[in-house]
């Protein structure tokens, strides 16, 4: 079972790495422009440390992946998740999710866990799909869920091929 917990200052400088190794697995997709793209700037890293909205998961007592959230119009929206090459398959994606979804709850202000993603790379939508997320009709997308879209359609991302998904936190 991996460990994940809470980013620590000194985990900061190790993200952009893992980040860039995640996106290699885009190199054969219709994505394959993704895995040259911009890592998460360290600023924004540093702003959801501070808030208790970036986890990090352990392997070998490195860190191997990360989820970086924010809040977004009552919900928690899941900015970046990634997973070191060497580390995927093994679950880590998945704790990492769970973390986020247990402190949204604990936390008692989000409605849901919300994210933008592809839809036909498996380890995007089909992977959330198995975790309990559902896809957004467009008729529901919140503000700031649209503005995202469009920022993605804006950067390369082809908006036919993007959707939007929420994981309820409602008991």
Do not use: K
């Not at 809470?6 to 995640?22: G, H, K, V």
């Not at 970036?54 to 992946?65: F, N």
């Not at 008692?108 to 994210?115: A, H």
């Not at 993603?117 to 380890?123: A, C, K, M, N, Q």
Request: glycine share 8%.
């Amino acid at each position: 079972m991996p460990m994940i917990r809470l980013a620590r200052p000194s985990d900061l400088a190790s993200l952009a790495d893992i980040e860039r190794s995640a996106a290699r697995r885009f190199l054969d997709t219709h994505m394959a422009w993704a895995a040259g793209d911009d890592t998460a700037p360290q600023a924004e890293l540093a702003q959801a440390l501070a808030a208790g909205l970036l986890w990090v998961a352990e392997s070998e007592g490195l860190p191997a992946g990360f989820a970086l959230t924010r809040p977004m119009d009552g919900d928690l929206y899941l900015a970046e998740m990634a997973v070191a090459l060497p580390w995927q398959g093994r679950g880590l994606g998945r704790a990492l999710l769970g973390a986020v979804c247990a402190h949204a709850r604990a936390a008692g202000r989000y409605r849901s866990v919300v994210l933008t993603t592809d839809r036909e790379l498996s380890w995007n939508r089909p992977f959330y799909l198995r975790q309990g997320f559902v896809e957004m009709p467009a008729a529901d997308l919140t503000p700031g869920l649209q503005a995202r879209l469009r920022h993605e359609a804006a950067i390369g991302f082809d908006p036919a091929r993007r959707c939007a998904m929420t994981y309820s936190l409602a008991p």
